[in-house]
């Protein structure tokens, strides 16, 4: 079993930085892709970034690339998300989680992550 705990969401004015974490504690062994969801009220669950292990690639929802950057502290077992030049329609929960497999081509798939931590709000004003 593997833990997570996301922290560092807030609520910031349109053009903002913000820094989330997401701690992992458990069976961290078997940590080979981490990402990052969010969720609006009234939205599907959607991909923002995610980066995987041996070698950390990284990949990004085109709503994002180029303001925020995925990246990860192994000793800390700590993955981080720094998000820039925040955007209103940046709202949302962000929710961290774990796939126990190397998932570079369905990053993107909810359904590919074997565990979730319960989300961190951001809100961001306009």
């Known amino acids: 079993q593997v833990q997570l705990v996301e922290s560092g969401g807030g609520l910031v004015q349109a053009g903002d930085s913000l820094r989330l974490s997401c701690a992992a504690s458990?069976?961290?062994?078997?940590?080979?892709?981490m990402a990052w969801f969010r969720q609006a009220p009234g939205k599907e669950r959607e991909f923002v970034a995610a980066?995987?292990?041996?070698?950390?690639?990284?990949r990004y929802a085109d709503s994002v690339k180029g303001r925020f950057t995925i990246s990860r502290n192994n000793a800390k077992n700590t993955v981080y998300l720094q998000m820039n030049s925040l955007k209103p329609e940046d709202t949302a929960g962000y929710l961290c989680?774990?796939?126990?497999?190397?998932?570079?081509?369905?990053?993107?798939?909810?359904?590919?992550?074997?565990?979730w931590g319960q989300g961190t709000q951001v809100t961001v004003s306009s």
């Open positions: 989680a774990l796939g126990t497999g190397y998932y570079f081509t369905s990053y993107y798939r909810k359904d590919r992550y074997n565990y």
């Open positions: 458990g069976r961290t062994d078997t940590i080979y892709t």
């Open positions: 980066i995987i292990s041996g070698g950390d690639a990284t």
